[in-house]
């Protein structure tokens, strides 16, 4: 009987292991492919936050983080974009942003509904990420990087290439 009832308290505490999620992965959201994430799901994954805006001289960077997404999402990298209109460059609707990223750049990564990444409307998880690294956007295709577990977080300016050695740097080590 103490053996069952020992095994049972082991199989509940591993359950409520798994159940928690900490704060900054505690985030779900809807996509423009019309699905959800929930970032609990990757918290044992590497993460690339950017924000995105379909009329920005950076905006060719999706093709590089789609790339990414393609060759490294199969070893555990979550890219995961958000739109965001916070410096009056996107698209007025979720529609037309959809459909910019797929037509444009054949974007399948999740790209999240429109949403304010900055100042007081900004959305819980880029309001984490700025406390965090005391780093706001300060553009579109602002990045940031979150390594599993969320022990560590990474800002990087619009400037920096997605596939830049000093992202893939931190990234590449947790792929599997």
């Not at 020992?6 to 492919?33: E, I, K, R, V, W």
């Not at 690339?48 to 009329?55: E, R």
């Not at 979150?146 to 990234?171: F, N, R, T, W």
């Amino acid at each position: 009987m103490l053996k069952i009832c020992l095994g049972a308290l082991m199989m509940t505490l591993s359950s409520a292991s798994f159940a928690a999620c900490p704060d900054l992965y505690n985030h779900q959201f809807s996509t423009l492919q019309g699905g959800k994430i929930n970032l609990c799901d990757y918290q044992d994954k590497p993460i690339l936050v950017v924000n995105t805006a379909s009329k920005c001289g950076f905006t060719p960077q999706f093709e590089t983080l789609e790339a990414l997404y393609k060759r490294y999402q199969s070893k555990g990298l979550l890219v995961v974009g958000f739109p965001s209109n916070d410096f009056r460059q996107e698209l007025a609707t979720d529609k037309e942003v959809g459909d910019f990223c797929i037509n444009t750049y054949a974007v399948k990564f999740p790209m999240i509904t429109k949403t304010s990444v900055t100042g007081p409307n900004a959305n819980p998880l880029h309001k984490q990420l700025i406390a965090i690294t005391k780093q706001a956007p300060m553009w579109n295709f602002y990045k940031y990087v979150i390594l599993p577990g969320g022990k560590q977080v990474y800002a990087y300016s619009s400037d920096v290439d997605p596939a830049s050695d000093e992202i893939m740097g931190k990234i590449k080590p947790f792929l599997k």
